[in-house]
């Protein structure tokens, strides 16, 4: 009961809300009533026949009339058919194109969200609202105001021959209806409760079996079946008994109208036969009466259950009203400006603050970067690394501090010209469902066929692509499901390098491949460097960040050094027991020069990671760009 009041939301708010969806279909909408409209004019003249046919033909016996009245019934119902069924397909019609309207409304309001909405909501949840919640709103489109139009039309024209025909017979009939009234209206508040627990629950449950199904290779490696099915059957509980409670409410609520307008209808039986034997009635009148007595309640309960509709779908309305009602968290200002490409490309970081609700996650975070830099981010996992690059494409905006492009705040560029200019390969790499060619060309639809090869080639992925049946048509399943770690890394590079963006953030791109994969990888992100393209790398190895140009050193979302690696590895303690950790080798700081000629050298690191011992070759080219090789002992 207590679900029931805190669920209420108001129904006319919601109605007007929803009615402003119905412009562009106005038309199919008014046919449609027309049509409906139509067909129940035949209801209401139905009757009227039947009492002539038994008063004045078949008492007669007067068969000529008879077969006119009869296939004056055929037309009307063959009308009443034809009227009935173009009618209810536009109606139909209209609903879906409102629910398609609503659907992509929502999916394109999801899309400017923040990340922070992202990390309070469960994509399963979300789906839930799109979808279900819906198809539960449904009933406040087209079928509400037909079906409202209809209902009382019907009501008030039978209505008005049962008055023609029998005023005291028409007052017993009328005595059942405010019952109806009372007893819907309390259903209605129960159900509205009900079904908002209900839509609530589904959501939860969605988004449940969503998360496992997406870890579905995690619960079967650790034998998690019995654990993940526990907590989808605990939830399915859940959702049985708001299922089962909506439902008997729904039942009674029903099955009560069906009685009072049955006893209601015996009623009149009764005092309708008692006239009939007394000689106030014909057997016509009664019929008739009878007939429209059925549409009389008809529409009445038509009415009422459409309030249950209505109260049913108003929640489901309000959950997508919530959702399209959220805040962006991250919008453009008024007066934002395109970022115009080619750029410099120099980045500063101007006392960056962050924090999720009261956990502080940056702090006074200052630096710069000229273009053309390869810059490295390492600190121990939660020091702020990937907020602090995610403010660079406004995942996040800082609570204060600014962020510059070429001396601009980037909060004078428009979102949309700003990430455009940014690309991304993270750890994480996101594939979508489709072939090769999908997954490139989503960056770059104008793409040539020979653009394609050549950044695959650049991405090391020319063999692989050699060896598919199907080329650059391959499909690569639900989220890239048939390629292995290293293979979706060096994709994703590929895709990076045809959007060929001017500055470009690598979160922790080689953390979880082979040391083969790594090289192929550090070779392919070699290839997203050329030119003066500015370049943030996170660190998880330390192979990847020994050829940066600048390593910036945070510490529980503070700046703890900037430099070189060996001018930290020398300067910074925190910096050498961080490179330390992981690479327990005497000489492993410095290197050993191998060598050297003018323009270029090599220098070789012994370290030992988990894999065990190995060698990192560093070749310094012409200019200070390094290419780096890792080999296993």
Same mark, same amino acid.
């Given at each position: 009961?207590?679900? %029931? ?16 969806? #119905? ?11 027309? *049509? ?16 002539? *046919? ?18 004056? #019934? ?29 659907? %992509? ?27 279900? /919640? ?151 009148? $009664?019929?008739? #009466? ?75 975070? %200052? ?29 996040? /905006? ?16 428009? *979102? ?21 060619? /999908? ?43 048939? $390629? ?22 690598? /979160? ?33 190895? #330390? ?44 000489? %492993? ?45």
């Amino acid at each position: 009961m207590a679900d %029931a009041q805190v669920k209420r939301v108001p129904v006319l708010p919601t109605l007007r809300r929803i009615s402003r969806l #119905f412009k562009p279909y106005g038309w199919a909408l008014a046919a449609a009533a027309a *049509l409906v409209l139509l067909a129940l004019t035949f209801d209401l003249i139905a009757p009227l026949l039947l009492m002539r *046919l038994i008063d004045d033909t078949l008492m007669a016996r007067d068969l000529s009339q008879l077969n006119i009245l009869i296939a004056v #019934f055929a037309v009307i119902y063959a009308v009443k058919f034809v009227a009935d069924l173009f009618g209810n397909g536009l109606k139909n019609r209209f609903n879906e194109n409102i629910l398609r309207d609503v659907r %992509a409304q929502a999916y394109d309001h999801i899309q400017t969200l923040s990340m922070a909405f992202f990390h309070q909501h469960r994509t399963g949840y979300l789906t839930t609202r799109m979808f279900a /919640d819906a198809n539960l709103m449904g009933g406040l489109l087209g079928g509400t105001l037909i079906g409202a139009l209809a209902n009382l039309m019907l009501f008030s024209g039978a209505l008005v021959v049962t008055f023609y025909l029998n005023w005291r017979l028409t007052v017993i009939l009328l005595l059942v209806v405010p019952l109806l009234a009372v007893a819907a209206n309390w259903f209605n508040r129960q159900i509205q409760g009900a079904t908002s627990t209900l839509q609530e629950q589904i959501s939860l449950l969605c988004a449940g079996i969503q998360e496992n199904l997406s870890g579905i290779s995690l619960i079967q490696s650790f034998t998690l079946e019995k654990f993940a099915s526990k907590r989808v059957g605990k939830e399915l509980g859940k959702l049985r008994r708001v299922s089962v409670r909506r439902a008997d409410l729904t039942l009674l609520h029903q099955t009560g109208i069906v009685l009072m307008t049955s006893m209601a209808g015996l009623s009149i039986l009764w005092f309708g036969s008692r006239e009939l034997v007394n000689g106030t009635l014909t057997m016509g009148e $009664l019929m008739a #009466f009878l007939a429209y007595a059925v549409n009389v309640y008809r529409p009445v309960q038509g009415l009422l259950n459409l309030n249950l509709t209505v109260q049913q779908s108003v929640v489901a309305a309000s959950r997508i009203h919530e959702l399209l009602d959220t805040p962006r968290g991250i919008a453009d200002a008024p007066d934002a400006v395109e970022l115009t490409q080619p750029f410099q490309g120099s980045v500063r970081f101007g006392g960056v603050s962050f924090a999720y609700g009261s956990d502080d996650v940056l702090s006074d975070v %200052a630096f710069e970067v000229e273009a053309g830099t390869k810059v490295a981010i390492v600190g121990r996992s939660g020091a702020g690394k990937t907020t602090l690059l995610n403010h660079l494409p406004r995942f996040y /905006d800082p609570h204060s501090g600014h962020i510059e492009i070429d001396g601009t705040d980037i909060r004078r560029f428009t *979102l949309s010209s700003l990430r455009k200019a940014i690309g991304i390969v993270s750890q994480d790499t996101f594939l979508f469902a489709g072939t090769i060619r /999908d997954n490139l060309t989503c960056v770059r639809p104008e793409a040539t066929e020979e653009e394609l090869h050549q950044v695959l080639e650049a991405a090391e992925l020319t063999e692989f692509i050699q060896q598919q049946p199907k080329g650059l048509d391959t499909d690569l399943g639900e989220s890239g499901v048939r $390629l292995s770690g290293g293979e979706k890394q060096r994709l994703s590079i590929a895709r990076a390098l045809l959007k060929n963006p001017p500055l470009l953030i690598l /979160d922790e791109a080689t953390s979880s491949v082979d040391s083969i994969s790594e090289n192929q990888i550090r070779r392919a992100i070699n290839g997203l460097m050329t030119g003066r393209r500015t370049c943030f790398i996170i660190a998880h190895r #330390f192979t990847t960040i020994l050829d940066a140009d600048r390593i910036i050193v945070l510490n529980r979302g503070k700046v703890e050094g900037q430099g070189t690696h060996e001018e930290l590895y020398q300067q910074s303690e925190f910096y050498a027991r961080l490179y330390d950790e992981q690479f327990s080798a005497t000489g %492993a700081a410095e290197g050993t020069l191998v060598h050297s000629e003018p323009g270029k050298s090599v220098h070789e690191y012994l370290v030992t990671t988990d894999a065990g011992p190995s060698k990192l070759t560093v070749e310094t080219l012409k200019g200070g760009r390094k290419h780096i090789e890792v080999t296993q002992f």
